[in-house]
């Protein structure tokens, strides 16, 4: 059983910047894919972010991408989103999770119904 625990959301301006972190249990983090989902009022879960394994390859919705960044530390078992000019339309509750499907197809990535496991998410409201 693999434990994920978001953090570091929050309030901020429009413009500003959040750093998410997820915090994973278990001893497979590091042969795991890692991605990060949100989820707006009323609306459906969409993909945000995902990262391979290793860190080598990089993921992103068209609608973050340049603004947010993804990594991961395997040592410390915990993945990050680095959030960067913030819109209002960013706000969500954010949500990571692992999937044992190792893959780099985008394709595959970018499907919630691939990710086991998943964290309790972490809001963040950006005002205008």
């Known amino acids: 059983q693999v434990q994920l625990v978001e953090s570091g959301g929050g309030l901020v301006q429009a413009g500003g910047s959040l750093r998410l972190s997820c915090a994973a249990s278990g001893r497979t983090f590091s042969s795991v894919n890692m991605g990060w989902f949100r989820q707006a009022p009323g609306k459906e879960r969409e993909f945000v972010s995902a990262v391979t394994w290793s860190g080598d390859s990089t993921y992103y919705a068209d609608s973050v991408k340049g603004r947010f960044t993804i990594s991961r530390d395997n040592a410390k078992n915990t993945v990050y989103l680095q959030m960067n000019s913030l819109k209002p339309e960013d706000t969500a509750v954010y949500y990571c999770?692992?999937?044992?499907?190792?893959?780099?197809?985008?394709?595959?990535?970018?499907?919630?119904?691939?990710?086991?496991?998943w964290g309790q998410g972490t809001q963040v409201t950006v005002s205008s």
């Open positions: 999770a692992s999937t044992p499907l190792r893959t780099t197809d985008a394709y595959w990535l970018f499907q919630s119904n691939v990710y086991r496991y």
